[in-house]
T-cell receptor, first 114, second 114 residues
Framework: ETGVTQSPTHLIKTRGQQVTLRCSSQSGHNTVSWYQQALGQGPQFIFQ???????GRGNFPPRFSGLQFPNYSSELNVNALELDDSALYLC?????????????FGPGTRLTVL | DQQVKQNSPSLSVQEGRISILNCDYTNSMFDYFLWYKKYPAEGPTFLIS?????DKNEDGRFTVFLNKSAKHLSLHIVPSQPGDSAVYFC?????????????FGQGTTLQVKP
Protein backbone atom coordinates (compact mmCIF):
# COMPACT_ATOMS: atom_id res chain seq x y z
CA GLU A 1 0.00 0.00 0.00
CA THR A 2 1.45 3.36 -1.06
CA GLY A 3 1.16 6.23 1.39
CA VAL A 4 0.57 9.89 0.69
CA THR A 5 3.37 11.52 -1.28
CA GLN A 6 4.03 15.20 -1.93
CA SER A 7 6.32 17.10 -4.26
CA PRO A 8 8.49 19.05 -4.17
CA THR A 9 9.99 18.66 -0.71
CA HIS A 10 11.25 22.21 -0.52
CA LEU A 11 10.59 25.30 -2.60
CA ILE A 12 11.86 28.88 -2.55
CA LYS A 13 9.89 31.60 -4.30
CA THR A 14 9.80 35.39 -4.29
CA ARG A 15 6.87 37.65 -3.50
CA GLY A 16 4.33 37.91 -6.29
CA GLN A 17 5.24 34.60 -7.90
CA GLN A 18 2.95 31.63 -8.30
CA VAL A 19 3.51 28.09 -7.00
CA THR A 20 2.00 24.66 -7.59
CA LEU A 21 2.31 21.88 -5.03
CA ARG A 22 1.41 18.28 -5.78
CA CYS A 23 -0.02 15.41 -3.78
CA SER A 24 -0.71 11.76 -4.51
CA SER A 25 -3.30 10.24 -2.23
CA GLN A 26 -3.02 6.92 -0.47
CA SER A 27 -4.19 3.99 -2.55
CA GLY A 28 -7.98 3.64 -2.41
CA HIS A 29 -8.60 7.10 -0.95
CA ASN A 30 -10.89 9.49 -2.83
CA THR A 31 -10.60 12.59 -0.65
CA VAL A 32 -7.70 15.02 -0.37
CA SER A 33 -7.42 17.83 2.16
CA TRP A 34 -4.78 20.55 2.20
CA TYR A 35 -3.44 22.22 5.32
CA GLN A 36 -1.00 25.05 6.01
CA GLN A 37 1.23 24.75 9.06
CA ALA A 38 3.04 27.88 10.19
CA LEU A 39 6.00 27.56 12.52
CA GLY A 40 4.93 26.66 16.06
CA GLN A 41 1.28 26.22 15.12
CA GLY A 42 -1.02 23.36 14.33
CA PRO A 43 -2.06 22.71 10.73
CA GLN A 44 -4.87 24.93 9.40
CA PHE A 45 -7.42 23.64 6.92
CA ILE A 46 -7.23 25.22 3.47
CA PHE A 47 -9.73 23.16 1.48
CA GLN A 48 -10.81 19.63 0.64
CA UNK A 49 -11.44 17.86 -2.65
CA UNK A 50 -13.81 14.92 -2.92
CA UNK A 51 -14.29 13.15 -6.24
CA UNK A 52 -12.75 16.08 -8.14
CA UNK A 53 -14.99 18.74 -6.57
CA UNK A 54 -14.10 21.27 -3.89
CA UNK A 55 -15.88 20.10 -0.75
CA GLY A 56 -15.32 22.85 1.77
CA ARG A 57 -12.88 25.66 2.31
CA GLY A 58 -11.17 27.24 5.28
CA ASN A 59 -10.42 30.89 5.88
CA PHE A 60 -8.00 31.35 2.97
CA PRO A 61 -8.25 33.91 0.15
CA PRO A 62 -9.18 32.96 -3.43
CA ARG A 63 -5.54 33.09 -4.54
CA PHE A 64 -5.32 29.66 -2.91
CA SER A 65 -6.90 27.25 -5.37
CA GLY A 66 -6.77 23.58 -6.10
CA LEU A 67 -7.60 20.69 -8.34
CA GLN A 68 -8.25 17.01 -7.97
CA PHE A 69 -7.68 14.62 -10.85
CA PRO A 70 -9.54 11.42 -11.81
CA ASN A 71 -6.84 9.34 -10.08
CA TYR A 72 -7.55 11.41 -6.92
CA SER A 73 -4.16 13.11 -6.91
CA SER A 74 -4.35 16.82 -6.24
CA GLU A 75 -2.66 20.18 -6.75
CA LEU A 76 -2.56 23.27 -4.57
CA ASN A 77 -1.92 26.53 -6.42
CA VAL A 78 -1.05 29.79 -4.74
CA ASN A 79 -0.95 33.01 -6.77
CA ALA A 80 0.61 36.34 -5.88
CA LEU A 81 2.73 34.86 -3.12
CA GLU A 82 3.13 36.86 0.08
CA LEU A 83 5.81 36.56 2.76
CA ASP A 84 3.23 35.12 5.19
CA ASP A 85 2.64 32.20 2.82
CA SER A 86 5.94 30.74 4.02
CA ALA A 87 4.91 27.55 5.77
CA LEU A 88 4.76 23.77 5.60
CA TYR A 89 1.96 22.67 3.28
CA LEU A 90 0.47 19.32 4.15
CA CYS A 91 -1.75 17.10 2.10
CA UNK A 92 -3.91 14.43 3.71
CA UNK A 93 -5.99 11.72 2.11
CA UNK A 94 -9.00 9.85 3.44
CA UNK A 95 -12.00 7.84 2.41
CA UNK A 96 -14.43 10.13 4.14
CA UNK A 97 -15.58 12.85 1.78
CA UNK A 98 -18.04 14.75 3.92
CA UNK A 99 -17.87 12.09 6.60
CA UNK A 100 -15.49 12.56 9.50
CA UNK A 101 -12.73 10.06 8.97
CA UNK A 102 -9.08 9.50 9.76
CA UNK A 103 -6.85 11.56 7.49
CA UNK A 104 -3.38 10.33 6.59
CA PHE A 105 -0.76 12.94 5.93
CA GLY A 106 2.09 13.23 3.49
CA PRO A 107 5.54 14.54 4.46
CA GLY A 108 4.72 18.10 3.40
CA THR A 109 6.23 20.75 1.16
CA ARG A 110 8.25 23.48 2.85
CA LEU A 111 7.59 26.75 1.01
CA THR A 112 9.78 29.77 1.64
CA VAL A 113 8.74 33.12 0.19
CA LEU A 114 11.47 35.77 0.03
CA ASP B 1 -11.05 31.76 17.86
CA GLN B 2 -9.07 28.71 18.96
CA GLN B 3 -11.61 25.88 19.04
CA VAL B 4 -9.03 23.24 20.02
CA LYS B 5 -6.44 24.10 22.63
CA GLN B 6 -3.38 22.34 23.94
CA ASN B 7 -2.38 24.50 26.86
CA SER B 8 0.93 22.80 27.60
CA PRO B 9 3.54 23.65 24.97
CA SER B 10 5.93 21.03 26.32
CA LEU B 11 6.14 18.00 28.59
CA SER B 12 9.15 16.08 29.86
CA VAL B 13 8.91 12.58 31.37
CA GLN B 14 11.28 9.80 32.32
CA GLU B 15 11.47 6.66 30.22
CA GLY B 16 9.07 4.01 31.51
CA ARG B 17 6.74 6.48 33.18
CA ILE B 18 3.34 7.66 32.00
CA SER B 19 2.98 10.62 29.62
CA ILE B 20 -0.34 12.49 29.75
CA LEU B 21 -1.09 15.01 27.05
CA ASN B 22 -4.18 17.16 27.36
CA CYS B 23 -6.50 18.88 24.93
CA ASP B 24 -9.59 21.07 25.39
CA TYR B 25 -12.21 22.04 22.84
CA THR B 26 -15.01 24.56 22.75
CA ASN B 27 -17.30 23.38 19.94
CA SER B 28 -19.92 20.93 21.21
CA MET B 29 -20.59 19.84 17.61
CA PHE B 30 -17.25 18.05 17.41
CA ASP B 31 -17.85 14.31 17.43
CA TYR B 32 -14.60 12.74 16.27
CA PHE B 33 -11.21 13.31 17.83
CA LEU B 34 -7.74 12.24 16.79
CA TRP B 35 -4.17 12.38 18.02
CA TYR B 36 -1.22 12.75 15.67
CA LYS B 37 2.49 12.57 16.32
CA LYS B 38 4.92 14.66 14.30
CA TYR B 39 8.67 14.36 13.98
CA PRO B 40 10.70 17.23 12.48
CA ALA B 41 10.71 17.27 8.67
CA GLU B 42 7.88 14.71 8.51
CA GLY B 43 4.11 14.94 8.16
CA PRO B 44 1.83 14.14 11.11
CA THR B 45 1.41 10.41 11.77
CA PHE B 46 -1.99 9.17 12.94
CA LEU B 47 -1.88 7.60 16.40
CA ILE B 48 -5.36 6.98 17.72
CA SER B 49 -8.88 8.32 17.45
CA UNK B 50 -12.11 8.31 19.41
CA UNK B 51 -15.71 8.89 18.51
CA UNK B 52 -17.95 10.93 20.80
CA UNK B 53 -20.07 7.87 21.52
CA UNK B 54 -17.14 6.43 23.49
CA ASP B 55 -15.20 7.72 26.46
CA LYS B 56 -12.08 5.58 26.04
CA ASN B 57 -10.13 3.93 23.27
CA GLU B 58 -6.95 1.88 23.61
CA ASP B 59 -4.31 0.84 21.13
CA GLY B 60 -1.25 -0.78 22.67
CA ARG B 61 0.60 1.75 24.78
CA PHE B 62 -1.75 4.56 23.74
CA THR B 63 -5.10 5.32 25.37
CA VAL B 64 -7.32 8.28 24.62
CA PHE B 65 -9.93 9.44 27.13
CA LEU B 66 -12.83 11.72 26.23
CA ASN B 67 -14.82 13.73 28.76
CA LYS B 68 -17.63 15.32 26.77
CA SER B 69 -19.14 17.25 29.66
CA ALA B 70 -15.79 18.94 30.28
CA LYS B 71 -14.97 19.14 26.55
CA HIS B 72 -11.63 17.58 27.35
CA LEU B 73 -9.58 14.75 25.95
CA SER B 74 -6.28 13.28 26.97
CA LEU B 75 -3.72 10.90 25.52
CA HIS B 76 -1.93 8.52 27.88
CA ILE B 77 1.27 6.80 26.80
CA VAL B 78 2.37 3.94 29.04
CA PRO B 79 5.21 3.16 29.27
CA SER B 80 6.87 6.14 27.61
CA GLN B 81 9.86 5.43 25.39
CA PRO B 82 12.56 7.78 24.06
CA GLY B 83 11.22 7.17 20.53
CA ASP B 84 7.95 8.81 21.63
CA SER B 85 9.72 12.17 21.76
CA ALA B 86 7.89 14.29 19.19
CA VAL B 87 5.24 16.99 18.84
CA TYR B 88 1.73 15.70 19.56
CA PHE B 89 -1.33 17.32 18.04
CA CYS B 90 -4.93 16.73 18.96
CA UNK B 91 -7.52 17.36 16.27
CA UNK B 92 -11.28 17.46 16.17
CA UNK B 93 -13.90 17.08 13.50
CA UNK B 94 -17.66 17.34 13.28
CA UNK B 95 -20.14 15.73 10.91
CA UNK B 96 -21.93 19.05 10.72
CA UNK B 97 -18.89 20.66 9.08
CA UNK B 98 -19.73 18.89 5.79
CA UNK B 99 -16.07 18.32 5.06
CA UNK B 100 -14.67 16.22 7.84
CA UNK B 101 -12.06 18.97 8.10
CA UNK B 102 -9.78 18.67 11.08
CA UNK B 103 -9.29 21.50 13.57
CA PHE B 104 -5.90 21.16 15.24
CA GLY B 105 -4.49 22.32 18.54
CA GLN B 106 -1.14 24.08 18.70
CA GLY B 107 0.75 20.95 19.69
CA THR B 108 2.65 19.71 22.75
CA THR B 109 6.30 18.77 22.50
CA LEU B 110 6.97 15.59 24.45
CA GLN B 111 10.49 14.74 25.55
CA VAL B 112 11.08 11.28 27.00
CA LYS B 113 14.39 11.09 28.83
CA PRO B 114 16.31 7.80 28.96
Amino acid sequence: ETGVTQSPTHLIKTRGQQVTLRCSSQSGHNTVSWYQQALGQGPQFIFQYYREEENGRGNFPPRFSGLQFPNYSSELNVNALELDDSALYLCASSLGGARADTQYFGPGTRLTVL
Amino acid sequence: DQQVKQNSPSLSVQEGRISILNCDYTNSMFDYFLWYKKYPAEGPTFLISISSIKDKNEDGRFTVFLNKSAKHLSLHIVPSQPGDSAVYFCAASGVSSNTGKLIFGQGTTLQVKP
